[in-house]
């Protein structure tokens, strides 16, 4: 069965650091892109960035392009989206999702249960 | 960014009516459509990629169509349980973008 597991979440002040994390299992980790989708509260889902099987090559949005780094650990079986200079407007539930990629489709098939994070002071 | 518009915001409707909800891509995305579905309190879930191909298990009363910029999702035969927000996506390019979805409450 296909899990990913997030945590690392919490209440920090705009400008500090949080680091979460994804723990996955139930499948060969190192064959499938992973992505990280946030949604804020009572707002729709955004798509924050995206990582390649073997980690060598990243996709972010703008928004948080040069603050986010998204790295993984294959032999953890593990993600990480490193956080920095956190606004308020990054406040969201981070859902770490699976990417199923193959030939021309591309679509998130499996979702963690996801993880609040609140910027404020 | 290519937007994506979706409509209509919300809808209400019985048990048992067909349900029809838009997707309007600001340019091309040729078929690279998914829709998924957000239930009170849980992650998302996958319904539809590739415009018009459904994800193993689920029921077949729920169907996409659409291609280049004009996509359509639908229930027909509505259930209780269908009783969600529906988002479209683009994966055409990045950065992949969500439409701002479609309420579907029960009458």
């Known amino acids: 069965e296909v899990q990913l597991v997030e945590s690392g979440g919490g209440l920090v002040q705009p400008g500090r650091s949080l680091k979460l994390s994804c723990a996955a299992s139930?499948?060969?980790?190192?064959?499938?892109?992973m992505a990280w989708v946030r949604q804020a509260p009572t707002k729709g889902l955004e798509w924050v960035a995206s990582?390649?099987?073997?980690?060598?090559?990243?996709y972010y949005r703008d928004s948080v392009r040069g603050r986010f780094t998204f790295s993984r650990d294959n032999a953890k079986s593990t993600l990480y989206l490193q956080m920095d200079s956190l606004r308020s407007e990054d406040t969201a539930t981070y859902y770490c999702?699976?990417?199923?990629?193959?030939?021309?489709?591309?679509?998130?098939?499996?979702w963690g249960q996801g993880v609040m994070v609140t910027v404020s002071s | 960014d290519i937007v994506m518009t979706q409509s209509p915001t919300s809808m209400s409707r019985s048990v048992g009516d067909r349900v029809t909800m838009n997707c309007k891509a600001s340019?091309?995305?040729?078929?690279?459509v998914d829709w998924y579905q957000q239930k009170t309190g849980q992650s998302p879930k996958v319904l539809i990629y590739?415009?018009?191909n459904r994800y193993t298990g689920v029921p077949d009363r729920f169907t996409g169509n659409g291609s280049g910029t004009d996509f359509t999702f639908t229930i027909s035969n509505m259930q209780a349980e269908d009783l969600a927000v529906y988002y479209c996506?683009?994966?055409?390019?990045?950065?992949?973008?969500f439409g701002s979805g479609t309420k579907l409450e029960i009458k």
């Open positions: 999702t699976r990417v199923y990629s193959m030939g021309i489709q591309y679509y998130f098939d499996y």
């Open positions: 139930g499948f060969t980790f190192s064959n499938y892109y």
């Open positions: 990582i390649s099987n073997g980690g060598t090559t990243t």
């Open positions: 340019q091309n995305v040729g078929s690279n």
């Open positions: 590739k415009a018009s």
């Open positions: 996506m683009q994966s055409k390019s990045y950065p992949l973008t």
